[in-house]
């Protein structure tokens, strides 16, 4: 027996080894999450209803590690946040914070972020943002806080060089009634324009000074249903599509959208219908938005909203709606109280949106990003 | 005995060798390949593509969308060529880009209508108004509101926001179901509050952070600390949007 055990005992000591080095991150996952995130979130369990009836299981978090290859399901999710300020110290701060992450996680990193500074205002005859209450502040101020968000990437994620970042540079559509510093009535479409030609101009600063491509800029908008109508927003929209050099993203929600194939232009809450959404959300390709929706939902009611909103592309449009990942509020809520059911984790919204729009393979696609969003402070 | 010593050194010699070969693959792997400067920057990605794409769905009676997207992918081809003959910092060089520090606009004090920013979602609550003003050296918001999901729930929410730091929250509902709340007048920092139904009066004290009996009621300030807040489940479930 001795001698068995001194012959095998060495070759399972070397596999063990071995494993160990190709598989590490099977023991650390945990950690490895608490990276991306300020908080630690439990995997997702239970199960997810499909649109068609029954169930699927839920897709549990895993973690694998090769040396080669380093993708995670669901994607390390990164930190967005409300802008309460332009300090570009804070700015450089958050920036490296980022840069910092996506140097210590093995492997190339394809990473959002959205910078979300408020709803947009038109005070003296400048163009601008409301800052949460704190502005308003140029277009000039928060274009010089990006670039500072994005030097501090740069800066921190170095000697990574494979890494890459999109900024969103984010506003809303809430209106002055709902959001009292917004203050554009009838400005709509000249602000959006205005926001184009400072995306541009971030973006251009990033290409010449060599930021580009590992650091980028596009335009963003968090359109909800319920803070405007169809009308004023699509204006903005148009806006930032008469002049942009970069692409946009729609970060905002489906509310009282169906969540079930129908075949048709459903309504959806406060007079919107699927066609108005599937409008500001890039009509399929022919304008430069394209969705980065809001999942909060615990019960998977927002995948499904948007699962069928990517139907009706395939049903009476041009094809299915391509969307770009989730967003998640859970730091907010962390923060700030917000009601029961409401504070999804980031993985479970990823998967929440992941697997409602791979129920269906009209719907099928790959989800490319996963961000949380909460309050930046000062 | 001699020979099965040294059958066993070798065992164990092997097995030391390829740990140490797994060891070096994995520095080589991890820290080399996985982070390597790429040799070629892509400077032709996805954003021009995406212009492509639309002047391939753009009708071709569509003269001046086409004209739009045209400028838009030469001004790409332009910006693609800078990127190319840029030369990127590639040495651990820090740069911070140069500009005028912007002075903080003046933070409004008062009551005014809504939120003073995007804060609660639509979907989340319905702010009647809020207040701004200066307690404690600090600028404090007070929102007052109710739950678009259980509106006969009103509440006071309040954002304290320190000079550096992140913001601290409060959540104060109202004790009895009263609808949402408004707030109609101010002495100093005492908030004079009007449920929905127009007949219930509160009072909320912000340095005290809490609902007060009335107007002159003598109050201690509190210190604002963040409280791990839950909302009870109602039992309205909460419907599916």
Same mark, same amino acid.
């Given at each position: 027996?001795?001698? =068995?055990?001194?012959?095998?005992?060495?070759?399972?000591?070397?596999?063990?080894?071995?494993?160990?080095?190709?598989?590490?991150?099977?023991?650390?996952?945990?950690?490895?999450?608490?990276?991306?995130?300020?908080?630690?979130?439990?995997?997702?369990?239970?199960? =997810?209803?499909?649109?068609?009836?029954?169930?699927?299981?839920?897709?549990?978090?895993?973690? +694998?590690?090769?040396?080669?290859?380093?993708?995670?399901?669901?994607?390390?999710? @990164?930190?967005?946040?409300?802008?309460?300020?332009?300090?570009?110290?804070?700015?450089?701060?958050?920036?490296?914070?980022?840069?910092?992450?996506?140097?210590?996680?093995?492997?190339?990193?394809?990473?959002?972020?959205?910078?979300?500074?408020?709803? #947009? @205002?038109? @005070?003296?005859?400048?163009?601008?943002?409301?800052?949460?209450?704190?502005? #308003?502040? !140029?277009?000039?101020?928060?274009?010089?806080?990006?670039?500072?968000?994005?030097?501090?990437?740069?800066?921190?994620?170095?000697?990574?060089?494979?890494?890459?970042?999109?900024?969103?540079?984010?506003?809303?559509?809430?209106?002055?009634?709902?959001?009292?510093?917004? /203050?554009?009535?009838?400005?709509?479409?000249?602000?959006?324009?205005?926001?184009?030609?400072?995306?541009?101009?971030?973006?251009?600063?990033?290409?010449?000074?060599?930021?580009?491509?590992? +650091?980028? /800029?596009?335009?963003?908008?968090? =359109?909800?249903?319920?803070?405007?109508?169809?009308?004023?927003?699509?204006?903005?929209?148009?806006?930032?599509?008469?002049?942009?050099?970069?692409?946009?993203?729609?970060?905002?929600?489906?509310?009282?959208?169906?969540? +079930?194939?129908?075949?048709?232009?459903?309504?959806?809450?406060?007079?919107?219908?699927?066609?108005? =959404?599937?409008?500001?959300?890039?009509?399929?390709?022919?304008? !430069?938005?394209?969705?980065?929706?809001?999942?909060? /939902?615990?019960?998977?009611?927002?995948?499904?909203?948007?699962?069928?909103?990517? /139907?009706?592309?395939?049903?009476?449009?041009?094809?299915?709606?391509?969307l770009q990942g989730a967003?998640?509020?859970?730091?907010?809520?962390?923060?700030?109280?917000?009601? #029961?059911?409401?504070?999804?984790?980031?993985?479970?919204?990823y998967?929440?949106l992941y697997?409602?729009l791979?129920?269906?393979?009209?719907?099928?696609q790959p989800l490319k990003w996963s961000?949380?969003?909460?309050?930046?402070?000062? | *005995?001699?020979?099965?010593?040294?059958?066993?050194?070798?065992?164990?010699?092997?097995?030391?060798?390829?740990?140490?070969?797994?060891?070096?693959? *994995?520095?080589? $792997?991890?820290?080399?390949?996985?982070?390597?400067?790429?040799?070629?920057?892509?400077?032709?990605?996805?954003?021009?593509? *995406?212009?492509?794409?639309?002047?391939?769905?753009?009708?071709?009676?569509?003269? %001046?969308?086409?004209?739009?997207?045209?400028?838009?992918?030469?001004?790409?081809?332009?910006?693609?060529?800078?990127?190319? %003959?840029?030369?990127?910092?590639?040495?651990?060089?820090?740069?911070? &880009?140069?500009?005028?520090?912007?002075?903080?606009?003046? $933070?409004?004090?008062?009551?005014?209508?809504?939120?003073?920013?995007?804060?609660?979602?639509?979907?989340?609550?319905?702010?009647?108004?809020?207040?701004?003003?200066?307690?404690?050296?600090?600028?404090?918001?007070?929102?007052?509101?109710?739950?678009?999901?259980?509106? %006969?729930?009103?509440?006071?929410?309040?954002?304290?926001?320190?000079?550096?730091?992140? &913001?601290?929250?409060?959540?104060?509902?109202?004790?009895?179901?009263?609808?949402?709340?408004?707030?109609?007048?101010?002495?100093?920092?005492?908030?004079?509050?009007?449920?929905?139904?127009?007949?219930?009066?509160? $009072? $909320?004290?912000?340095?005290?952070?809490?609902?007060?009996?009335?107007?002159?009621?003598?109050?201690?300030?509190?210190?604002?600390?963040?409280?791990?807040?839950?909302?009870?489940?109602?039992?309205?479930?909460? &419907?599916? &949007?």
């Amino acid at each position: 027996m001795r001698k =068995i055990i001194g012959k095998i005992l060495p070759y399972v000591f070397t596999g063990g080894i071995c494993f160990a080095l190709i598989f590490p991150k099977l023991a650390l996952s945990a950690n490895a999450s608490s990276l991306a995130v300020e908080n630690l979130y439990p995997s997702p369990t239970g199960v =997810i209803a499909t649109p068609y009836g029954g169930n699927i299981e839920s897709l549990t978090l895993i973690k +694998v590690y090769i040396p080669l290859i380093s993708k995670t399901f669901p994607p390390d999710p @990164t930190t967005s946040w409300y802008m309460e300020t332009v300090n570009t110290e804070m700015l450089l701060s958050l920036g490296c914070q980022l840069g910092n992450r996506d140097r210590e996680l093995s492997g190339q990193q394809d990473s959002i972020v959205i910078l979300d500074f408020d709803s #947009p @205002t038109y @005070t003296s005859g400048v163009y601008g943002a409301n800052l949460f209450g704190y502005g #308003p502040v !140029s277009t000039s101020a928060v274009a010089a806080a990006v670039k500072f968000f994005g030097a501090g990437y740069y800066n921190c994620v170095y000697p990574d060089r494979a890494s890459t970042i999109v900024i969103a540079v984010g506003t809303n559509n809430c209106d002055s009634t709902t959001c009292s510093g917004a /203050a554009i009535d009838g400005e709509y479409y000249a602000h959006g324009a205005a926001w184009a030609v400072m995306v541009n101009e971030i973006g251009s600063y990033f290409v010449t000074n060599g930021y580009y491509p590992q +650091v980028r /800029a596009y335009g963003a908008s968090d =359109i909800e249903v319920g803070w405007n109508d169809y009308y004023t927003t699509r204006q903005w929209v148009d806006g930032y599509d008469s002049i942009n050099n970069w692409p946009m993203f729609n970060f905002g929600d489906a509310e009282g959208c169906p969540q +079930v194939r129908t075949g048709e232009n459903s309504g959806c809450a406060n007079g919107w219908y699927q066609y108005t =959404i599937w409008y500001v959300s890039g009509r399929g390709g022919v304008n !430069s938005s394209s969705p980065l929706p809001l999942i909060y /939902a615990k019960d998977g009611a927002n995948g499904r909203q948007w699962y069928s909103l990517s /139907a009706y592309g395939v049903d009476l449009q041009n094809g299915r709606l391509e969307l770009q990942g989730a967003v998640t509020q859970h730091l907010a809520c962390s923060q700030r109280i917000c009601p #029961p059911g409401t504070n999804n984790s980031p993985q479970e919204g990823y998967i929440n949106l992941y697997s409602a729009l791979n129920s269906d393979p009209d719907t099928s696609q790959p989800l490319k990003w996963s961000t949380d969003i909460g309050y930046s402070g000062w | *005995m001699n020979e099965r010593i040294d059958s066993k050194r070798n065992i164990w010699g092997v097995a030391i060798l390829i740990v140490a070969l797994g060891l070096v693959s *994995m520095l080589v $792997f991890q820290f080399v390949l996985a982070k390597d400067i790429p040799a070629n920057r892509n400077c032709e990605g996805t954003e021009i593509e *995406m212009f492509r794409t639309q002047l391939a769905l753009i009708p071709g009676s569509d003269l %001046s969308k086409r004209k739009k997207v045209e400028e838009k992918i030469t001004a790409w081809e332009t910006m693609a060529a800078i990127c190319k %003959s840029a030369t990127p910092v590639t040495d651990i060089q820090i740069v911070t &880009p140069q500009f005028t520090q912007i002075s903080p606009a003046p $933070f409004v004090t008062g009551v005014f209508e809504g939120q003073p920013g995007a804060y609660f979602h639509a979907f989340e609550a319905k702010i009647e108004n809020h207040w701004k003003g200066i307690v404690n050296g600090n600028r404090v918001i007070v929102f007052a509101g109710a739950w678009v999901k259980d509106p %006969s729930q009103g509440f006071i929410a309040v954002q304290t926001a320190p000079k550096k730091g992140k &913001p601290i929250w409060g959540y104060y509902p109202s004790a009895a179901k009263l609808g949402a709340l408004r707030i109609v007048d101010t002495k100093g920092s005492r908030l004079i509050i009007q449920s929905a139904n127009d007949k219930d009066v509160l $009072f $909320f004290d912000v340095p005290a952070l809490s609902f007060v009996n009335s107007l002159d009621e003598v109050v201690t300030p509190s210190t604002p600390t963040d409280i791990p807040v839950t909302i009870q489940p109602t039992n309205i479930p909460y &419907p599916v &949007p």
